[in-house]
């Protein structure tokens, strides 16, 4: 269990998907690529420096993450990007590559998945036995994630607080899923949507992605976890589910490390960009838990349905998406009577909380220009596309992912 204080370290995860090298279609080769890197015959994990390499659900995915917490986010979208590289040498070599955004544009879930098949495998299943995972929804999501560490209940209030108001509008600088089967998707952020619906058989589970107003360890273990667990047991008899990793909402305790991980933010076409929005939420978070916002009251008093009502819109409209919740509004120091779309939103947050000639800003200057991933892909696609006209352009990001540089259209 950790014993850092508030945004003394700081955890990433990375997941990418793997594709063939010629028709991007999704490689079940995970376990070979883990292999190779470890040097180990099924293993589920290998590790260079502080970047350790694992497995995820599926079979066509791999995760980067910071195998110890970080002192610092500087450098780390460095260190993350030689990982791309050491990966995708391997790959080369079994004809296969990394595919950046939080999901692929034409996999077929129901045709093309494969669970991971050592390890964890017994959790693995009873997911599938329960919710069938062979859904976008479960097999076809990447994200990028963030590790916040807290100590006690005060510090555990202040931080879960701050992630609550700012989680509704992250889908507007993050959203990158824009196509599924193979067409438009009906909302930019399509992960988050797949994402918000795939334990509806226990609707406990995700809730309304955005996590409920709690001020302790005690009342989250009572309310949320409690609950959840409850739920699953008449499915999951011998208890396999029953840990706080299956709290699947936007932001969720993990009292284990004394930790909130943050999961709502899709991957993105490289580690420089994917470390650029972890800069400017936890800026963002620094300054809500610091009160440089607005009273600790506001941030509390922001009410669940405006939150939820906001996140929807996000996910579907990103950066163009209309924020008008006042509570929301006033506790980020806007005035609460006067709609923003949510680029406004950012680009007046980031004013106040970025550091003056911050690096990461670029490519945040970038995303408030021209949108967000999703919107810059749907630029770039149209409406109307083929298969021959996404290959085009998915070929391009894995591009960008390979050379460490932003899509633009």
Same mark, same amino acid.
């Given at each position: 269990?950790?014993?850092?204080?508030?945004?003394?370290?700081?955890?990433?995860?990375?997941?990418?998907?793997?594709?063939?090298?010629?028709?991007?279609?999704?490689?079940?080769?995970?376990?070979?690529?883990?292999?190779?890197?470890?040097?180990?015959?099924?293993?589920?994990?290998?590790?260079?420096?502080?970047?350790?390499?694992?497995?995820?659900?599926?079979?066509?995915?791999?995760?980067?993450?910071?195998?110890?917490?970080?002192?610092?986010?500087?450098?780390?979208?460095?260190?993350?990007?030689?990982?791309?590289?050491?990966?995708?040498?391997?790959?080369?070599?079994?004809?296969?590559?990394?595919?950046?955004?939080?999901?692929?544009?034409?996999?077929?879930?129901?045709?093309?998945?494969?669970?991971?098949?050592?390890?964890?495998?017994?959790?693995?299943?009873?997911?599938?036995?329960?919710?069938?995972?062979?859904?976008?929804?479960?097999?076809?999501?990447?994200?990028?994630?963030?590790?916040?560490?807290?100590?006690?209940?005060?510090?555990?209030?202040?931080?879960?607080?701050?992630?609550?108001?700012?989680?509704?509008?992250?889908?507007?600088?993050?959203?990158?899923?824009?196509?599924?089967?193979?067409?438009?998707?009906?909302?930019?952020?399509?992960?988050?949507?797949?994402?918000?619906?795939?334990?509806?058989?226990?609707?406990?589970?995700?809730?309304?992605?955005?996590?409920?107003?709690?001020?302790?360890?005690?009342?989250?273990?009572?309310?949320?976890?409690?609950?959840?667990?409850?739920?699953?047991?008449?499915?999951?008899?011998?208890?396999?589910?029953?840990?706080?990793?299956?709290?699947? +909402? @936007?932001?969720? %305790?993990?009292?284990? &490390? !004394? =930790?909130?991980?943050?999961?709502?933010?899709?991957? /993105?076409?490289?580690? #420089?960009?994917?470390?650029?929005?972890?800069?400017?939420?936890?800026?963002?978070?620094?300054?809500?838990?610091?009160?440089?916002?607005?009273?600790?009251?506001?941030?509390?008093?922001?009410?669940?349905?405006?939150?939820?009502?906001?996140?929807?819109?996000?996910?579907?409209?990103?950066?163009?998406?209309?924020?008008?919740?006042?509570?929301?509004?006033?506790?980020?120091?806007?005035?609460?009577?006067?709609?923003?779309?949510?680029?406004?939103?950012?680009?007046?947050?980031?004013?106040?909380?970025?550091?003056?000639?911050?690096?990461?800003?670029?490519?945040?200057?970038?995303?408030?220009? +021209? @949108?967000?991933? %999703?919107?810059?892909? &749907? !630029? =770039?696609?149209?409406?109307?596309?083929?298969?021959? /006209?996404?290959?085009? #352009?998915?070929?391009?990001?894995?591009?960008?992912?390979?050379?460490?540089?932003?899509?633009?259209?």
């Amino acid at each position: 269990m950790s014993t850092f204080q508030l945004f003394e370290r700081f955890g990433v995860e990375l997941e990418y998907m793997i594709v063939d090298s010629s028709t991007l279609d999704v490689r079940p080769i995970a376990d070979a690529l883990l292999e190779r890197a470890s040097g180990v015959p099924e293993s589920d994990e290998a590790q260079y420096g502080n970047i350790g390499w694992s497995n995820e659900l599926v079979r066509h995915v791999i995760e980067f993450k910071c195998a110890e917490p970080e002192e610092s986010l500087e450098g780390l979208a460095e260190r993350f990007q030689a990982e791309v590289g050491r990966a995708s040498a391997m790959l080369r070599e079994m004809g296969a590559r990394l595919l950046p955004t939080g999901m692929h544009p034409w996999m077929d879930p129901h045709r093309e998945t494969l669970l991971w098949p050592y390890g964890n495998k017994e959790i693995y299943r009873a997911f599938d036995r329960i919710f069938d995972c062979r859904g976008h929804g479960w097999s076809n999501l990447q994200s990028t994630h963030i590790n916040l560490p807290f100590q006690g209940d005060e510090q555990f209030h202040r931080l879960h607080s701050a992630i609550r108001l700012i989680l509704p509008l992250i889908p507007a600088i993050s959203a990158s899923t824009p196509f599924v089967d193979g067409k438009a998707a009906p909302a930019l952020d399509m992960r988050l949507d797949s994402y918000r619906n795939n334990c509806a058989r226990v609707p406990s589970i995700t809730a309304g992605v955005v996590p409920e107003l709690v001020t302790s360890k005690a009342e989250y273990e009572e309310r949320i976890l409690g609950r959840i667990y409850a739920d699953l047991a008449p499915l999951d008899p011998d208890g396999i589910l029953r840990d706080e990793w299956a709290n699947a +909402r @936007g932001a969720i %305790a993990r009292f284990c &490390r !004394n =930790a909130i991980e943050i999961r709502v933010i899709d991957l /993105q076409e490289c580690p #420089v960009a994917d470390l650029a929005i972890v800069q400017a939420v936890v800026c963002v978070l620094k300054a809500i838990v610091d009160g440089r916002m607005g009273s600790a009251d506001l941030v509390d008093a922001a009410e669940q349905a405006g939150l939820e009502r906001v996140f929807l819109a996000c996910m579907r409209n990103a950066s163009q998406a209309i924020v008008d919740v006042p509570g929301l509004l006033g506790a980020l120091g806007f005035a609460p009577d006067k709609p923003l779309q949510a680029w406004e939103v950012w680009a007046g947050l980031l004013e106040r909380c970025a550091p003056r000639g911050a690096v990461w800003m670029e490519h945040m200057g970038l995303i408030l220009e +021209r @949108g967000t991933l %999703a919107e810059r892909i &749907r !630029n =770039a696609l149209g409406e109307e596309t083929s298969r021959e /006209q996404l290959h085009g #352009v998915y070929a391009r990001l894995a591009d960008c992912l390979e050379q460490g540089r932003s899509f633009v259209e």
